[in-house]
């Protein structure tokens, strides 16, 4: 399972391969995203929006369905990392403030972690990541 | 015997089945819990929920079996063939649930009410 930013430096890598010269600035011109944005995502400083790995899935050549996989994968990360945060409260619709996200999508992320083990739902008040975010 | 005390209808637009039931037989809907999850009230009928499907799923009806014991019922229906989809949680509200898939691949859920 690929997540965006490894799809995204594979990418980069392969074209680096052609032409050693190729930079970060011309890769986000080619994908039609900010340097910035592409930088941030790629370092791991700023998580990747629904909007930009929708982007990058389709001009990376993803079909619909892959693309619509990828955001999946990357919100059950992106919730995972918010559960992973100190004083969390299992409360979907908290979450759903704060990060901006349909309570819907973050439902999908919910049950997608807990399909792959991700997260255990422990009691009531307390949710138990397995493994890293 | 178990009883089945629940539905829950996995949907691709949440939204549009809620409209949907709601306009065509009168199903209210509640989403104030902390999933934000669209209970069914079906005016004394058997009650229900609605839950996001991922995009790329399709829109199915699960059954939910009540039992006194979920790890029990876990055991007893994997060794009658069935795989466990979610394994056992607890849910915010204090119901415990898991979702399983029938040895013909249909999925269910198993629930305790708090």
């Known amino acids: 399972m690929t997540d965006c930013v490894a799809l995204v430096v594979e990418h980069l890598t392969l074209r680096r391969r052609r032409n050693a010269r190729y930079s970060l600035r011309a ?107 | 015997m178990n009883p089945v005390r629940e539905w829950q209808m996995i949907s691709t637009d949440p939204e549009a089945t809620a409209r949907f039931y709601g306009e065509a037989f009168g199903w209210t809907i509640d989403r104030a819990n902390p999933l934000g999850y669209r209970r069914v009230s079906t005016g004394g009928g058997t009650p229900g929920g609605i839950w996001p499907a991922p995009p790329t799923a399709h829109s199915f009806v699960q059954l939910f079996v009540a039992v006194d014991d979920v790890e029990g019922a876990i055991t007893r229906a994997v060794e009658h063939g069935a795989a466990v989809l979610v394994p056992r949680s607890v849910l915010p509200d204090g119901d415990v649930m898991a979702v399983l898939k029938d040895p013909l691949g249909v999925p269910f859920a198993v629930y305790t009410s708090a």
């Open chain 1, 27 to 133: 890769f986000a011109r080619d994908l039609g995203v900010s340097h910035s944005t592409l930088s941030g995502v790629v370092s791991g400083r700023r998580p990747a929006s629904a909007r930009f790995v929708r982007r990058v899935a389709t001009r990376l050549g993803l079909d619909e369905r892959e693309a619509s996989a990828l955001v999946d994968r990357e919100l059950a990360t992106k919730l995972a990392a918010v559960v992973a945060r100190d004083g969390f409260l299992p409360d979907l619709r908290e979450v759903a403030v704060r990060s901006g996200l349909p309570v819907d999508a973050l439902c999908v992320a919910l049950h997608r972690l807990l399909s792959e083990r991700r997260l255990e739902l422990t009691s009531a008040h307390v949710w138990t990541l397995r493994g890293d975010p």
